[in-house]
Structures are given as C-alpha cells and as structure tokens.
C-alpha cells in the first residue's frame, strides 16, 4: 500500500503524537470527496477508541497543520476509530489478523467468486493465502479492491 506524499507527511507527523496518547495509527487517507479533500486519519487503542481519544488527536493534530501548513489546499480533517470492519492494508495488518475471517472484494471474479468472506491463513510477497470453504485460496494482492475484517456476530 503506497501512501500519497501528503499521507505520508500526516502519517509522520501523527505517529509520535498518537504514541504520547497511548494510541496508533491504523490508516492515513487523503483524497477529493465531491468539491472537498477530506484528511482522515483512523486510530486504534487496545480496548478500543472513545469519542475522546478522537477529540483528543483531531485538537493535537489540527494544531501541528496549521503550524506546518503541508497542505497547500482546503480540506476538512476527519479521526475516527479504525472500526470493526477495519480495511488491512499493509502487511503488518494481515500477519497480526492470520486466522480471522476477512471479507474479500475483487476487481474481477476469481473461481468464480469476487465478494466473499474467507478465513485468512498467511500473507507473504504481496499475496494472501485463504480458507474459503476448505479450499486453499492465493490471491496477489494488487488484485484486490479492498480487504476488511468481518463482523460476525
């Protein structure tokens, strides 16, 4: 997962300031949502994320933005927690959620499937390796739109 240089910058910048709350970093995004960019930076805490963990980052962060002004164009900065369903995206993601169930969007059909729920069994070299239904799967990664753990109540 490549981040854009200005995701980059934030992640940077937000990484030590999450630390001192005793808080991580899951994801940094940066992206055109109608006339506006949006900066969402989703966090994650052992025990979960409160309302004020996120006030707590949106205050502190704000704050290093507007000292730095890295970001040349309006904007609206949005924390949030990582969520249940949080998307896996760097390889740390899928090593620390081997043996979950994660839902799996393709870009086209592979074996027929292209939105399915499987259970993860390992990632190596930008490939991960499933479960679905007792048959062993390999997907590359870059064939993915997206990878997110389910929710299974």
Not at 49 to 62: G, H, R
Not at 91 to 104: A, E, K, N, T, W
Request: proline share 4%.
């Amino acid at each position: 997962m490549a981040y854009s240089k200005t995701e980059q910058l934030v992640l940077t910048m937000t990484e030590p300031l999450c630390a001192s709350l005793g808080l991580s970093v899951w994801d940094v995004e940066f992206k055109k949502e109608g006339k506006t960019n949006v900066l969402r930076v989703y966090i994650d805490k052992e025990g979960g994320v409160s309302i004020d963990d996120c006030e707590a980052v949106s205050v502190a962060l704000s704050e290093k933005l507007d000292e730095r002004d890295p970001i040349p164009t309006a904007y609206s900065l949005e924390v949030s927690s990582a969520g249940l369903d949080r998307q896996l995206k760097r390889p740390s993601d899928f090593l620390r959620y081997i043996g979950h169930q994660v839902d799996v969007k393709l870009y086209g059909p592979m074996e027929g499937l292209k939105d399915f729920t499987a259970e993860l069994k390992d990632f190596k070299d930008e490939t991960i390796f499933l479960n679905y239904e007792g048959k062993a799967m390999e997907i590359p990664l870059s064939k993915t739109v997206s990878v997110r753990l389910a929710v299974i109540f």
